[in-house]
């Protein structure tokens, strides 16, 4: 954590209690990223550190493992939000968060939507093309063939929208997100 020197006991005890304030909203918001709210914690005490931490040092402050900040560490980097980092002169491997929440959110669903977009696309794929071959080998069955043609235009409605959803990834992905919702400035 930043440094309080120099400041009463009563600053330091307003400043904590923002800071906790905020660091269980974080934790309690995690769940849009997948993670657990102790994982959300420890984003949000990272976020209000100066500098780099190691694991040691996190499980102390939150009191956990250092067997579970490690695997909150890992997910937290995986998730793009913490970047391992080289210390000079230091043999613990050290972390620090990536500030950008932007970038953040661009980072995680983009990932996670491309992930899910590919693998419905590819069901959906599959599905269509085993449905051409029943129908292909059954054109005398009536029932059959609208039963096939309802199924194959769901898929078909389904396919526009994730061909939608991938160049929206790829909005997000080049940035051009910000041309449409700039960000705002920092005051």
Same mark, same amino acid.
Not at 40 to 57: I, N
């Given at each position: 954590?930043?440094?309080?020197e +120099?400041? $009463?006991?009563?600053?330091?005890?307003?400043?904590?209690?923002?800071?906790?304030?905020?660091?269980?909203?974080? =934790?309690?918001?995690?769940?849009?990223?997948?993670?657990?709210? $102790?994982?959300? &914690?420890?984003? +949000?005490m990272?976020?209000?550190?100066?500098?780099?931490?190691?694991?040691?040092?996190?499980? @102390?402050?939150?009191?956990? $493992?250092?067997?579970?900040? %490690?695997? =909150?560490?890992?997910?937290?980097?995986?998730?793009?939000?913490?970047?391992?980092?080289?210390?000079? +002169? %230091?043999?613990?491997?050290?972390?620090?968060?990536?500030?950008?929440? &932007?970038?953040?959110?661009?980072?995680?669903?983009?990932?996670?939507?491309?992930?899910?977009?590919? *693998?419905?696309m590819?069901?959906?794929?599959? $599905? *269509?093309?085993?449905?051409?071959?029943?129908?292909?080998?059954?054109?005398?069955? @009536?029932?059959?063939?609208?039963?096939?043609?309802?199924? *194959?235009?769901? *898929?078909? &409605?389904?396919?526009?929208?994730?061909?939608?959803?991938?160049?929206?990834?790829?909005?997000?992905? %080049?940035?051009?997100?910000?041309?449409?919702?700039?960000?705002?400035?920092?005051?």
């Amino acid at each position: 954590m930043a440094t309080f020197e +120099g400041l $009463s006991e009563e600053q330091i005890k307003m400043i904590e209690k923002s800071r906790r304030r905020v660091v269980d909203s974080i =934790g309690n918001n995690m769940d849009l990223y997948g993670v657990t709210t $102790s994982i959300g &914690h420890l984003y +949000g005490m990272m976020y209000f550190h100066e500098g780099a931490v190691t694991l040691d040092e996190m499980g @102390e402050e939150m009191g956990l $493992s250092k067997t579970s900040i %490690s695997t =909150g560490m890992r997910t937290l980097v995986d998730l793009k939000m913490i970047s391992k980092i080289w210390g000079k +002169g %230091s043999r613990k491997d050290l972390y620090e968060v990536e500030e950008d929440w &932007h970038q953040n959110f661009v980072d995680y669903f983009s990932i996670k939507w491309r992930k899910s977009m590919e *693998m419905n696309m590819s069901a959906l794929n599959k $599905s *269509m093309t085993e449905l051409r071959k029943l129908r292909e080998q059954n054109l005398d069955n @009536e029932k059959l063939g609208q039963l096939i043609e309802y199924d *194959m235009a769901k *898929m078909a &409605h389904a396919l526009q929208y994730y061909r939608w959803l991938d160049r929206f990834i790829d909005v997000l992905e %080049s940035g051009e997100i910000f041309d449409l919702v700039p960000r705002e400035e920092e005051s």
